[in-house]
């Protein structure tokens, strides 16, 4: 028997121990490097060696029946730092595709920035409000809005001998006052 099997064997065995459950099946296959397959090996009705000296062979178990993965090491470690962390506390490097699929569960925006959710973003055919009339996505204002009031801009302008006039935003000119 090769040494990696020996060693695979011996190690289930001191697993299985401390839990006092019977062995995991181990299944064993031969590699063939120059086609890329693999076969199956030692079972009934199967070669019981590899059938070419070139082929490799491996072996693998079925797992340790009861075994409970959390108490395996290392699983707070962060040894893969392409992947996103579940806590968010990783930002993306670039663009995220999701393929077709949805997101899903947002949280509304409440800030500059957030992405909003569909409920929160003004869609086609939507009515405008406040001083717009019509619909999204051509709004307009209403003629009637600039009617009700006059749009007026002083300007203060210094005359000679400190005197002071104001001009509208209706004649573009200055106001002169008259001398009395």
């Known amino acids: ?31 063939a490097q120059n086609t890329g397959t ?9 070669p019981t ?5 070139k082929h490799t062979e491996f072996s693998w178990i079925d797992g340790v029946p009861g075994y409970d993965h959390g108490a395996l090491n290392g699983l707070a470690d962060d040894d893969h730092p392409q992947y996103l962390l579940a806590a968010g506390t990783r930002a993306l490097a ?3 595709g999701a393929g077709g699929f949805k997101i899903t569960g ?3 925006g409440t800030v500059a920035g957030d992405a909003v959710r569909f409920e929160q973003t003004v869609k086609v055919g939507d009515a405008a409000a406040g001083d717009l009339s019509g619909s999204y996505p051509n709004p307009s204002v209403p003629t009637r809005a600039w009617s ?9 302008q210094r005359r000679p001998r400190g005197r002071f006039s104001r001009s509208t935003a ?11």
């Open 106 to 108: 947002l949280g509304a």
């Open 38 to 46: 693999t076969y199956r090996i030692k079972e009934p009705g199967l």
């Open 49 to 53: 060696q590899c059938i070419n000296v």
């Open 94 to 96: 670039g663009s995220l």
């Open 1 to 31: 028997m090769k040494r990696t099997t020996i060693v695979l064997i011996f190690c289930v065995a001191g697993v299985t121990a401390g839990h006092a459950q019977t062995l995991p099946k181990v299944f064993s296959a031969c590699y």
């Open 170 to 180: 209706r004649s573009g000119r200055p106001q002169r006052r008259r001398r009395a």
């Open 148 to 156: 009700s009031f006059r749009v007026t801009a002083w300007w203060v």
